[in-house]
């Protein structure tokens, strides 16, 4: 179980912290190392903000030769190496516990190489999600092709990220997860030595163990990304967009369980709840029926001759299902308006209320009904307001928590309420995680979820890399090397 750990903001700098960060500013550029409290406030936190802690350091290495150099100085002083990329995570996996030293790839953010025959493309771990698309359909042939993962924060998240966290996205229904599109990768491990793993030169053959599918969402607990190799996908150019407005959250649900049960594969099936409908409509003015409780925002795309029919057949089901209003398009600026509806749900959560946390299960589709339901319970009983936006698709819920992380009895209760969700999605044959990965949030839970044997495996395969614990120790698999907590200096962790 995560325990509270003193302030490290309220103690003097020790003359070996100090000695590190000497070292460490002499390995890198001018400017790559930050220090003073005011500049390592940033580094507090990722996209999980219950979860903070003050790194001793952050360290931004420009090339793979001063990464080595900083992994063995940060290791030699007996100090957890905790890799960031931009800090979009959810689950606080690049919080910095115990004066551990974030070591940022932001910087290394060059495209090494388009190789479009080959579909592929080589990167350095910094480049940005959505940056490499860009660059890909500004180069000669490239149109046809793009990076397919697609997180929310996608414009800011960067692609080694996307492949420590195994990112999802709202394709991930027909695109899949991050791993199915990382060929190849560099990795330094704890130690400082230099590998790469999997397929190079567009190469799709990664030897007879899938070494990049173990690195892959393993949360920077085994090595550090510096370069990845990755699958450039068809860029789909032609779609239908069908919004369905239902009076009930369980009709809406039973509609998206048909459509997959039918063997129609959407590109994306998103869902909001009538709470969350409305907190958008307020904010943005997108003219969704005042009546709706739920809404399903779905995508097909591929052959324009097929997309017209199949787009009936959703709807049909759609209709079976009680929607009272139903919008299909194929036009460009429609499709982009509805999906900025979807992406802008948290700008929008951000408008109302001080603070907000945004869980992340995996269920069976045919089971979202009463976990939607079952939510709203705890809910109630916990007195929170919790909203529900989400990957219906692949029954990926996200309940969204508002509370005010100032007023310390609201954020024990988000906790208690969380820990409950999840548990209950557990319960039914759930994940204790869709795409948000475990990190610090749900550390607690993994041996609610796997047995003793199966932890004790996990276990070993961090051994196997890393045999001394030095990266990231105390994240996704416990650890009693590094204690972390949930929650800011002198709170509890739910019991």
């Given amino acids: 179980m995560p325990t509270a750990t003193a302030d490290p903001a309220a103690a003097p700098v020790s003359p070996a912290t100090a000695a590190l960060v000497a070292r460490l500013t002499a390995l890198v550029p001018p400017g790559g190392v ?72 932001t ?126 996908a068809p860029r789909p150019l032609h779609f239908r967009t069908i919004v369905g407005m239902f009076d009930s959250t369980s009709s809406a649900c039973e509609a998206v369980s048909e459509v997959i049960a039918d063997g129609i594969l959407p590109a994306a099936m998103e869902m909001m709840d009538g709470k969350m409908v409305k907190i958008i409509e307020d904010a943005y003015h997108f003219g969704f029926p005042a009546a709706t409780q739920a809404l399903i925002l779905t995508e097909i795309d591929g052959i324009p001759e097929l997309l017209d029919a199949q787009a009936a057949d959703v709807e049909a ?92 009895a609201q954020v024990q209760n988000t906790l208690a309420a969380a820990e409950q969700i999840l548990k209950y999605c557990i319960d039914l044959g759930g994940t204790l995680t869709g795409e948000h990965g475990v990190g610090v949030e749900k550390l607690h839970l993994m041996p609610y979820l796997f047995d003793e044997r199966t932890m004790a495996q996990f276990a070993a395969v961090k051994h196997a890399f890393d045999p001394e614990e030095r990266i990231n120790a105390g994240k996704m698999i416990p650890s009693d090397k590094v204690r972390v907590t949930l929650v800011k200096p002198g709170r509890k962790a739910p019991q």
Wanted: with cysteine; aromatic share 6%; proline share 5%.
């Fill in 34 to 105: 930050l220090s003073d409290p005011a500049s390592l406030l940033v580094y507090e936190a990722d996209g999980f903000t219950i979860a903070k802690a003050r790194p001793a350091a952050v360290v931004f290495p420009t090339t793979l030769e001063q990464v080595v150099a900083v992994v063995k100085a940060v290791g030699d002083a007996g100090v957890q190496i905790v890799p960031r990329g931009s800090g979009t995570g959810l689950a606080g996996g690049c919080v910095a516990f115990e004066n551990g030293v974030v070591v940022s790839t």
């Fill in 107 to 232: 910087r290394m953010n060059r495209i090494l190489k388009i190789d479009v025959p080959n579909r592929a493309a080589y990167v350095e771990a910094g480049v940005r999600n959505t940056q490499l698309s860009d660059a890909v359909l500004a180069t000669p042939g490239g149109a046809a092709y793009h990076f397919a993962p697609d997180p929310s924060s996608q414009r800011a998240s960067t692609i080694g990220g996307n492949a420590a966290t195994n990112a999802g996205g709202i394709h991930t229904l027909k695109d899949f997860v991050s791993s199915n599109h990382v060929l190849g990768m560099e990795l330094v491990l704890p130690d400082g030595q230099v590998v790469t793993v999997g397929g190079q030169n567009g190469s799709t053959e990664a030897g007879p163990f899938d070494l990049p599918g173990l690195v892959c969402g393993s949360e920077g607990t085994l090595g550090l990304v510096t370069k990845l190799w990755v699958r450039l």
């Fill in 317 to 408: 089901i759609f209709r079976k299902h009680g929607a009272f209003d139903l919008q299909t398009s194929g036009d460009p600026a429609r499709r982009a308006m509805l999906w900025k509806a979807r992406k802008a749900a948290f700008g929008a959560i951000g408008k109302i209320s001080p603070s907000y946390c945004t869980q992340d299960a995996c269920v069976p589709r045919s089971m979202l009904a009463q976990v939607l339901q079952r939510i709203d319970e705890i809910g109630t009983a916990h007195g929170l307001n919790i909203n529900n936006v989400f990957h219906a698709g692949d029954g990926n819920v996200h309940p969204i928590f508002l509370y005010d992380d100032r007023d310390e």
